[in-house]
């Protein structure tokens, strides 16, 4: 029996929406198992700066951040490239960049549409386009999509996140089955509700768009869908992506895997 340990030492991740919420905190997870790590992602400079000097130091290992636009097909793919320029491979992408709106989908504005569809699923194709010709060449990759429950299942109210997601989980079917014999790996993590900045706003926006408290959003909306009653945890989806990113995880190839307390088994 061989014991497979989560060494990712001497490999390269790309973590898109890593600036904050689920995505520092995934890079944060590679980062402690050894892998040199790109930040992407919105935010303060300073911050950012601090983020990515706080993960270098704590981990001891290369921590870059490249400040490509997911609305940008030509920035995403020198975000690709740059794997190549600082480390001279890529070996986990971690397609993690997203937006929300809530509304009504008579009262959905086209742009926030646009924007969503191309942030939350149009990017992640354009990332794995640029990314597999790398890992082809490397003769190794893991592609790991960040989906959503609502990548499963629908909600009212939020007509684009749900369309991407779910977009997102037939996009990483396909890739799995495409590069299926090149030692190259595609899966999608489902989360439940975390609670990120990204959430905060969506109770707010909820409240309004139901006409209820963002009390009862968190009680009545969000976590009645959850059985545990609870967001889920960042170390939770870090657990998942690690396995996942890890040789132990080399058979998983185009699954989506929910961590939503329950969510979607009803």
Known sequence: MSTIQTDLSG???????????IGAALAEGLAA?????????????????ALRAQMAATHGVEVRYHPANM????????????AGTEFGRLDILVNNAG????????????????????????SAFHAIKAAIPVMKAQGRGRILNIASAHGLVAS??????????????????????????????????????????????????????????????????????????KFVEYDELVGLMLYLASDAG???????????????AA
């Open 11 to 21: 490999q390269t991740a790309i973590i898109t929406g890593s600036t904050s919420g």
């Open 33 to 49: 198992c050894g892998a040199n790590i790109i930040l992407n992602g919105l935010g303060d400079t300073a911050d950012i700066e």
């Open 71 to 82: 609305l940008k097909t030509d920035e995403i793919a020198d975000l690709i490239g740059f």
């Open 99 to 122: 937006i929300q709106h809530v509304a009504k989908i008579e009262d959905f504005p086209a742009g926030k549409w646009d924007a969503i569809i191309a942030i939350n699923l149009s």
């Open 156 to 229: 009212p109210f939020k007509s684009a996140y749900v369309a991407a997601k779910h977009g997102i989980v037939g996009l990483t079917k396909t890739v799995a089955l495409e590069v299926a014999e090149c030692s190259i790996t595609a899966n999608a993590i489902c989360p439940g509700y975390v609670r990120t900045p990204l959430v905060d706003g969506q109770i707010a926006d909820t409240a309004k768009a139901r006409g209820i408290s963002e009390e009862e959003v968190v009680r009545d909306v969000m976590l009645k869908a959850q059985p545990t009653k």
């Open 250 to 264: 080399a058979s998983c190839n185009g699954a989506a895997f929910p961590v939503e307390g329950g969510w979607t």
